[in-house]
């Protein structure tokens, strides 16, 4: 079972940015991308990296603005995050796990097993 351990998260003004972190115990999965989970409302994908190559998914409420990428040698994946906005208000939780095809991953419909997610890093944009 990998273990991550997400940080960088932070209270913000709008506009402002945040890089979130995400390093893995181990290289092991495929997909590897965060989530995030505002009050009161369902969880969603935010982006995610199909690690062997590096393709990637976007919410659309974020494209533009956020930006995935990984450093294999750490095993560690970022979110950089511009342009904060209030909505973006939220916990992020990091995710990492294998799919049965590359295409879940970069379309942003994987769902990380229960053992897959990381604690947690709270996110707070204010206006």
């Known amino acids: 079972q990998v273990q991550l351990v997400e940080s960088g998260g932070g209270s913000v003004q709008a506009g402002g940015s945040l890089r979130l972190s995400c390093a893995a115990s181990?290289?092991?999965?495929?997909?590897m991308g965060w989530f995030r989970q505002a009050p009161g409302k369902e969880r969603e994908a935010v982006a995610a990296?199909?690690?062997?190559?590096?393709?990637?998914y976007y919410a659309d409420s974020v494209k533009g603005r956020f930006t995935i990428s990984q450093n294999n040698a750490k095993n560690t994946v970022y979110l950089q995050m511009n342009s904060l906005k209030p909505q973006d208000t939220a916990m992020y939780y990091c995710?990492?796990?294998?799919?049965?095809?590359?295409?879940?991953?970069?379309?942003?419909?994987?769902?990380?097993?229960?053992?897959?997610w990381g604690q947690g890093t709270q996110v707070t944009v204010s206006s």
């Open positions: 181990r290289y092991a999965d495929r997909c």
């Open positions: 990296i199909y690690t062997d190559g590096g393709a990637t």
């Open positions: 995710a990492a796990d294998s799919v049965d095809w590359a295409y879940d991953c970069y379309s942003g419909s994987w769902s990380p097993r229960r053992n897959a």
